[in-house]
């Protein structure tokens, strides 16, 4: 049996009011344990293609041509229920801007637990514990206190955590990260990252991150697409695209991204994740 836990072929998404193609002849693979990149300028599908993949594209794009299989499952005949049994339990996903997807008036430790209750049909004190070990595991450090708080007391890098906390708390194997960390400050998002990698690890999960950020895709990822008006221009390793890349925006991609400082980003990286060290060997 094959060890791709997502494949995408010849994806086509359509603006089905315009009739413009936004997206097409998309393939992407992403193997158990591995992290896939996918980076290209503002515009060129990257959100689009995921949100296809999540069963959660705006109601004027459709999907026109191709298919998509979540753990050798085809999701292009799901049904809303299948949608449901899936999203959360198999596929998750993070994206900016945290604070729009918590309820402002909802402490952080219910709305995570009511995910529990309902998807698990854990008790409330099952639900409480599992929460709480959950924000544990993300390494918010004060469980207790962050469950009674509400978003406008947390930064934006805890609002973050608490996230990624909700969107592992069903056990999926894949976890998708749609430009997660890009409203963060640079130690912050560092941190955020280091997280990702070691719940890859101890989670066993498949990661997707999405990022402007070449840096990102550096150290995070085994694989890397590049896409530019709704195409995947590029793929390979991590290491063939950001090394030797054969395409000429690609190659402008990365010379941008020296002018503005791709070494000084790696010197902060590693100061804040020094200690963490490890968990890239
Ligand atoms: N809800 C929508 N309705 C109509 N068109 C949309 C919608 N969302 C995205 N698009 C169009 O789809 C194309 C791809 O957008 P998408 O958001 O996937 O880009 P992106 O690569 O994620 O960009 P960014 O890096 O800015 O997040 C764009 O042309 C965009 O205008
Ligand atoms: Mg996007």
Redesign the pocket.
């Known amino acids: 049996m094959s060890d791709s836990v997502l494949t995408v072929r010849d994806l086509e998404i359509t ?1 089905t009011v315009t009739g413009a193609p ?2 097409h002849r998309v393939d992407l693979d992403l193997r158990r344990g591995q992290v896939l990149g996918i980076v ?10 995921i949100r296809a993949v999540l069963g959660i594209l ?1 109601h ?2 459709e999907i026109t041509r191709g298919s998509i299989e979540i753990l050798g499952r085809a999701t292009t005949s799901f049904s809303a229920q299948d949608w449901i049994d899936t999203r959360g339990t198999v596929i998750s996903a993070v994206f900016q801007d945290p604070g729009s997807y918590l309820n402002p008036s909802i402490r952080m430790g219910k709305q995570v637990q009511e995910v529990l209750r309902v998807k698990k049909g854990l008790s409330r004190a099952e639900a409480r514990a599992e929460t709480l070990r959950l924000f544990e595991a993300v390494h918010l450090r004060d469980p207790e206190l962050v469950y009674q708080q509400y978003t406008h007391e947390l930064s934006g890098g805890m609002l973050q955590r608490v996230l990624i906390a909700a969107a592992i708390a069903l056990g999926p194997e894949v976890l998708i990260a ?2 997660a960390t890009t409203a963060l400050d640079v130690t912050v998002q560092a941190e955020i990252l280091d997280l990702l990698v070691e719940l890859k690890e101890r989670e066993g999960l498949s990661l997707v991150v ?1 990022s ?1 950020d070449l840096a990102v895709v550096a150290q995070l990822c085994d694989d890397v697409l590049v ?1 530019r008006d ?1 195409e995947v221009i590029e793929h390979g390793t991590a290491e063939a695209v950001l090394r030797s890349p054969q395409h000429e925006y690609t190659q402008l991609l990365i010379a941008e991204h020296e002018r503005y400082g791709l070494d000084y980003f790696f010197a902060k990286h590693a100061l804040a994740s020094s200690r963490k060290v490890a968990t890239y060997a």
Do not use: R, Y
Request: proline content about 5%; hydrophobic content about 30%; cysteine-free.
């Open positions: 603006n936004l997206v290209g300028e503002s515009g060129s599908g990257k959100t689009i293609t705006p004027v794009l749609d430009e999405i402007h896409m709704g």
